[in-house]
């Protein structure tokens, strides 16, 4: 295992949150920002169940719909959770755009980076066979994300400059081109953080969308140990990220606090045996 799986975690949610430009220069993505009450709302279900629970999420954790840009970041959660699960993580993403009335191009788009996320967790990245594998594996994808993920994959076996690539994606839904430029950006540098970043920085209006998910793609490729330094200590409320991945690492893998404890510091930890740990549905 080339990283832990909750320096990844840490690595996605802090990525997401971070713009690095360059070692003196460090941008907030203020999309992440807007969005950091729907993040922390979709983690705390996901302890509290140690699962899904379609009411709860439909119920409890509000979305402005008529920003889809918010409604993938706000899916994260869900595409950490059940990373090991692509069929069952598909189905869930379905559930939650249409509970949130999203609409195909978003739907589809979040899909796709949950895809690549769980390749990136599960040890199973490749940037020459992953498009390949998810055009095989993620059907019922918006024609528009097929076609330019194919033609991703074209341009990725010959040099290609940002310019070729925004040039070809200029007539696709803005959701679709912030999606398909971030899966661009992780897949021509998938070792490099901060290269991945500042070139979805530099891309045409410098979307937040486009950002904060090559942020994300990059933070869980490389996990929290291939963000820069600088770029770690500037993103804001870093210790409350932190804790918040290691706490969902912790339901996914059947860790719980034991809450019958008469100590309310520091409640013990336990771990279920596999034979009792509740299904993820």
Known sequence: MNHLLSSRFQGALIGGNTVYLS???????????DTTPALTSGIASLIYHDRFVAQDWAKNISIDTSNPERSIVAMLPLMLFFHDDRVKLREILINVSHAWQLDWETCSSAIAIGYIISRSLTESFDPETIIPQLLDEMNNLHPLLFQSLSTIT???EQP???????????????????TILAIYCILSTPEDFSLATRRAYHVKNRSPLTCALTGILAGAQNSLT???????????DRVEWLSAAENLLNAWAGVYHNYSSQSTANYPLSVASPR?????N
Do not use: D, F
């Open 276 to 280: 009792v740990m509740q299904r993820r």
């Open 226 to 236: 291939g963000i820069p330094l600088n770029g770690y200590l500037a993103t804001q």
């Open 160 to 178: 290609s400059s940002l310019h070729q690539i925004t040039r070809r994606l200029t007539t696709l839904h803005p959701m679709i081109e912030s």
């Open 154 to 156: 074209q341009l990725l």
């Open 23 to 33: 070692s003196y220069q460090i941008a907030p993505n203020q999309l992440i920002i």
